[in-house]
Every structure is written in C-alpha cells, then in structure tokens.
C-alpha cells in the first residue's frame, strides 16, 4: 500500500489525506480562500450560463447603434436592460461581451493546463524512472523550452496562421506544448524521491514493470502536486490567452475575449471607464482567486508550506 505523499516529501502531521479535503481544509480555516472560491464558481457559471444569462438580460452579441449617443459612446451606463453598458461604436452589450469571453478564456486555459500536465507527468514520471539518457534528454529539453519566448513565438505563429485555423485549438496547442516543462521537473523530482521508497523498490522486485510501477505505486503518491501545480497553472493560461488576444493574435472576431476587449476598451478609457473595468475586473479576479485557492490547497496538504511563505 502507498501512502499519499505531500509536496514536502511525507504525510506531515495535520496535513489533509485528498485533495477534496485539502480545499475543504482551506476554505474553511480561511475566509480569503473561501471568498476566491466563491468567485470561481461564479465567472464559471457565468461562462456556462451566458446564453441563460444574455436571455434573462434580454440581450446578446448582437450590434445595436440605438444604445449609442450621438458621438458613438454609450448613451447611458450600466442599467436594467445592459448590466454592465454597452459597447462603443457597435453598442453590443458589454455584459454578454464579458460573458461569452468568459467562455474562451477558461476553455483554453483548462484545455491547455490539462494538456500540459498530461505531457508534464508522462514525460517527468518517465525521466525520474528510467533516468540514464532519458532523464538527462528529458532535463536538457525543459530548461531549453523554459527559456523559450514562446509568446513571440506565438504571435509569430499567429501572424502566419491560416485564418479559418480554429484559434483556440492552436493556442490550446501551443500554450499546452510550452506549459509541460514546469510540471516535468515537479513530477520528476517526485518521482526520484519515491523510486528509493520501500513500496516501489518492492514492486519492482517482484516483477513489475515500468507501467505497472507507475500507475499501481507512483500515480496515486503524484495526485497532490498535480492538482497543486494545475491550480496554479490555469491562471497563468487564461492571462497568456488574455496577453495574446489584446496583442490581436488570439481569438479573432467576432469571438468575444477579454484580451481583445481590454485592448480595445484602452482608447475610450478616459471617456467610457467602465467598457474596461468590467472585463478588466473579471480578469484579475479569475487569475487572482485561482492563485489564492492553489496556495491555500497546498498549505493544507503541507502546512510547512505555510513556514516557508
């Protein structure tokens, strides 16, 4: 039998057993944990919920100069009928704006999180394992690719690509291609420390192999710094996604994102403000409070996390 293994290196005394009460743990011992929760699960039903939310608003993504002024700003601000305004020049709601960005951007920045940590524990498993050449392949690999501007890249890569290319699959893609470094080097060195633990020396031993090692004895002591290194990981996304759509090589329209709308929001901030709060907003809660969660699931998995800050 395995015993589920900490960041820190073992089961420390009052440490939580799962993950499930890991963020039980947290939220409950701290009401900042338990506040940014709360917002996930709110921009999430938000992005779920947005063609039941337009509807109740009685709204969507369609452009409607009526909401303009004479000059092409809002003739009013947020109100009954447009929650959070509307938008200049097209007089598209700004809420449903917010909402269907809300969509693009936790789509790519799950998918490409959930392909980079797949990479990330197939490939750091395998280099802490084996070791030999492969490990050393393995290590060389991620410092190159950890140094890589990938963002240049990538709006290089955006510049070039075919226009009917589905966006979000390339950014899913190339953010997941260049995101696995960061997890291989946690898996691996978790992989190393437990390749000299009791239980796998004797799995081995009795003739099990590489695959039966891996998923019998490493995998289940890897679930801890999985899900710690994913939280942490998805809003590093969801900002890379937001960074590429405000430089214009992201989505493209008429796709609503947040990066998008936070570029273009910058010419009227002086005359319509809120066209950028909102969607700024959204942003830096969502990233904020993933952040928040991620740390204080890692703290209750190893409270001596909390002694080194």
């Known amino acids: ?16 057993k799962s993950v499930p009460a890991a963020l039980w743990q947290a939220v409950r011992r701290d009401k900042w944990t338990l506040t940014c929760a709360i917002i996930i699960v709110l921009i999430v039903f938000m992005a779920v919920a947005a063609d039941l939310l337009t509807a109740i608003e009685g709204q969507g993504l369609n452009p409607d100069i009526k909401n303009l002024g004479p000059t092409g700003l809002p003739a009013e601000g947020p109100s009954a009928e447009h929650w959070f305004g509307v ?25 490409a ?17 084996l070791g030999g050449w492969w490990d050393r392949v393995v290590t060389w690999t991620a410092d190159v690719i950890l140094g890589f501007p990938y963002l240049i890249f990538m709006i290089a890569l955006g510049a ?3 226009v009917e290319f589905p966006r979000q699959l390339l950014m899913i893609v190339v953010l997941g291609l260049f995101g696995w470094p960061r997890v291989a080097r946690i898996v691996r ?25 891996f998923t019998k004895q490493l995998l289940p002591n890897l679930w801890a710094p999985i899900i710690i290194v994913s939280s942490l990981t998805i809003p590093s996304m969801i900002g890379n996604e937001a960074a590429l759509s405000f430089l214009g090589v992201g989505v493209l329209p008429p796709t609503p994102s947040w990066g998008r709308t936070i570029s273009t929001a910058i010419d009227y901030f002086e005359t319509d403000p809120l066209y950028l709060v909102f969607p700024g ?10 952040n928040v969660v991620g ?7 190893d409270p001596k996390a909390e002694g080194r800050g």
Not at 201 to 210: E, V
Not at 281 to 290: E, M, R, S, Y
């Open 295 to 301: 740390d204080g699931i890692r703290d209750a998995l």
């Open 281 to 290: 907003v959204t942003l830096f809660l969502i990233t904020l409070a993933f």
């Open 160 to 162: 070039v690509a075919p």
């Open 189 to 213: 060195a978790q992989v190393l420390s437990l390749t000299k633990r009791n239980f796998v020396k004797a799995a081995s031993a009795m003739g099990g192999g590489p695959w039966h090692v």
């Open 87 to 111: 938008e200049p020049l097209t007089g598209v709601d700004l809420f449903a704006l917010v909402a269907y960005g809300a969509r693009v951007s936790l789509l790519v920045g799950l998918a």
């Open 1 to 16: 039998m395995s015993d589920p293994l900490p960041l820190g290196g073992g089961v420390t005394p009052g440490a939580a």
């Open 113 to 129: 999180t959930a392909l980079s940590v797949v990479l990330g524990v197939l490939i750091g498993a395998s280099a802490g394992y």
